[in-house]
T-cell receptor, first 111, second 117 residues
Framework: ELKVEQNPLFLSMQEGKNYTIYCNYS?????LYWYRQDPGKSLESLFVLLSNGAVKQEGRLMASLDTKARLSTLHITAAVHDLSATYFC???????????WGAGTKLIIKP | NAGVTQTPKFRILKIGQSMTLQCTQDMNHNYMYWYRQDPGMGLKLIYYSVGAGITDKGEVPNGYNVSRSTTEDFPLRLELAAPSQTSVYFC????????????????FGPGTRLTVT
């Protein structure tokens, strides 16, 4: 059974700091997705990582994928308050019809 | 292009009542999904569909039913509502080329917040 684990599950940090969220998954997969959810809102796609070594950046967020280590990272550079949200990673399941979701990382960035 | 729309936005049900949550997408996506998200938790897949007329169970299907008569619509039916079904329900859609062809990101609707008392 494919499992996806995120850590940390909760992160409180100061503006201006750097930090990394980790997403580990238990079986082989070459597609990984990162989503953002603001409180009380829906989920918004951030990044789609489609191959080993893929790296994507948008503003202060950078995501990478290492399929051999079964690990993706979401790095936050010089955090700002607007990045406060819950971040989810998801991996394509065995059937290819479903995404298997991590539990989410709640990120709070204090001014 | 409205994307994925859901109605209603909020609903309060009494125990034992039934209702249908509506979901429509205008992106011509072949795959559609229903998730529930309990407070402070991640997503759990209820049902999914890979095309009109084809549906299958996800992780937590008990107490729910779905149908997919058209590409655009994927309603979720709750029969005999129970307090355990209090949750936020998200519909999502994506385009996929099948098992070997590729699987694209899911687009989510705004959600329906359901309370069963």
């Amino acid at each position: 059974e494919l499992k996806v684990e995120q850590n940390p599950l909760f992160l409180s940090m100061q503006e201006g700091k750097n930090y990394t969220i980790y997403c580990n998954y238990s079986t082989t997969s070459d597609r990984l997705y990162w989503y953002r959810q603001d409180p009380g809102k829906s989920l918004e796609s951030l990044f789609v990582l489609l191959s080993n070594g893929a790296v994507k950046q948008e503003g202060r967020l950078m995501a990478s994928l290492d399929t051999k280590a079964r690990l993706s990272t979401l790095h936050i550079t010089a955090a700002v308050h607007d990045l406060s949200a819950t971040y989810f990673c998801a991996v394509v399941g065995d059937s290819n019809y479903q995404l298997i979701w991590g539990a989410g990382t709640k990120l709070i960035i204090k001014p | 292009n409205a994307g994925v729309t859901q109605t209603p936005k909020f609903r309060i049900l009494k125990i034992g009542q039934s209702m249908t949550l509506q979901c429509t997408q205008d992106m011509n996506h072949n795959y559609m999904y229903w998730y529930r998200q309990d407070p402070g938790m991640g997503l759990k897949l209820i049902y999914y569909s890979v095309g009109a007329g084809i549906t299958d169970k996800g992780e937590v299907p008990n107490g729910y039913n779905v149908s997919r008569s058209t590409t655009e619509d994927f309603p979720l039916r709750l029969e005999l509502a129970a307090p355990s079904q209090t949750s936020v329900y998200f519909c999502a859609s994506s385009y996929a080329l099948g098992l070997a062809g590729g699987f694209y990101e899911q687009y989510f609707g705004p959600g329906t917040r359901l309370t069963v008392t």
